[in-house]
């Protein structure tokens, strides 16, 4: 089943209580969350204390993406905060620190996930994948929403698709960055189940027709 996960970047933070709600009856199933630190990507976003907050006021499943240097040094904070999964990008620490940060993610009970940039093989996955919920895979560079979809990184998709027929079928595969109507056929027939959409459901004058455009 297509899993849809607005992502709250391009929500209004005036008022986000009221779009978490809005996409919630328009039918969404998860809440992404992209937390970004100025250092690993060029912008600054949200911390924990958002993160608890948002999950005072809805009962989504919250998808929180760390785009931050080092992440292992988070995951418990944002645990408690209420996140129900917790990616980690590959190239944001050193492999045994990836893995670090996978076993504090099993401690800390949430589901475990790694993301990777475009520059990044499909590859790159494999010593984690057998024990991985989710594999992100970006769509365009991390660091701001509105961004145009990538083109080539439909071919990445598919390869990390076939990785995980092959070492972990249980496991969830989402894309995000520039999802919207045209592009999420694309990303579906290459193999996505879980598509995050910021600018096309919130931009929406219809959140729920968009969250149902996008699902096909």
């Not at 204390?49 to 988070?74: E, G, N, W």
């Amino acid at each position: 089943m297509i899993k849809i996960a607005p992502s709250i970047l391009s929500a209004d933070f005036a008022n986000l209580e009221r779009d978490i709600a809005r996409v919630a009856r328009g039918g969404a199933d998860w809440l992404h969350v992209d937390v970004m630190d100025g250092n690993f990507v060029p912008n600054i976003t949200l911390g924990p204390p958002v993160v608890q907050s948002v999950r005072a006021c809805t009962d989504l499943f919250l998808d929180v993406h760390l785009m931050i240097d080092k992440p292992v040094r988070y995951i418990e904070a944002f645990a408690r905060a209420g996140a129900d999964l917790i990616s980690v990008h590959l190239e944001a620490d050193h492999p045994t620190r990836i893995a670090e940060a996978l076993r504090e993610m099993d401690r800390c009970g949430v589901h475990k996930a790694v993301a990777l940039r475009p520059i990044t093989a499909a590859r790159a996955v494999l010593p984690y994948l057998e024990q991985l919920d989710l594999v992100l895979v970006m769509t365009v560079e991390p660091g701001f929403g509105g961004q145009a979809f990538m083109e080539e990184q439909l071919e990445t998709v598919a390869q990390m698709r076939a990785l995980i027929a092959r070492h972990n079928p249980a496991c969830r595969l989402e894309v995000d960055g520039g999802v919207n109507a045209k592009t999420a056929p694309r990303v579906i027939a290459a193999g996505a189940d879980t598509l995050v959409a910021g600018s096309a459901v919130y931009g929406a004058a219809d959140p729920a027709a968009a969250i149902a455009a996008l699902r096909g």
